[in-house]
Nanobody, 125 residues
Framework: QVQLVESGGGLVQPGGSLRLSCATSGFTLDEHAIGWFRQAPGKEREGVSCISSGDGRTAYADSVKGRFTISRDNAKNTVYLQMNSLKPEDTAVYYC??????????????????WGQGTQVTVSS
């Protein structure tokens, strides 16, 4: 059973930091690229970041570049999203997702085949 479970969300003040985790099971993590997405109420799902497996290539949405960092620990079957300098507009449910490809890094949702349940991130004073 393929599973992805996000954790680490919560309430944080503007300028603060959070580290999200995506714990995976049911597949070999180092055979897949992983993406992070987010969706705010009434808005379209947005690709945030991705990381490939073969070469560790990463990509970021312009809105988070320089503030967020994606990483993976294949031995722990976990992918992380470090979020710094958080802004109110970062408020959303954050999802991790599995790509069927190993070396492809993409923030396009249609390229992903399994999704986690999401974790809420709220940035507010």
């Amino acid at each position: 059973q393929v599973q992805l479970v996000e954790s680490g969300g919560g309430l944080v003040q503007p300028g603060g930091s959070l580290r999200l985790s995506c714990a995976t099971s049911g597949f070999t993590l180092d055979e897949h690229a992983i993406g992070w997405f987010r969706q705010a109420p009434g808005k379209e799902r947005e690709g945030v970041s991705c990381i490939s497996s073969g070469d560790g290539r990463t990509a970021y949405a312009d809105s988070v570049k320089g503030r967020f960092t994606i990483s993976r620990d294949n031995a722990k079957n976990t992918v992380y999203l470090q979020m710094n300098s958080l802004k109110p507009e970062d408020t959303a449910v954050y999802y991790c997702a599995r790509s069927p490809y190993r070396n492809r890094c993409s923030t396009r949702a249609y390229e992903y085949d399994y999704w986690g349940q999401g974790t809420q991130v709220t940035v507010s004073s």
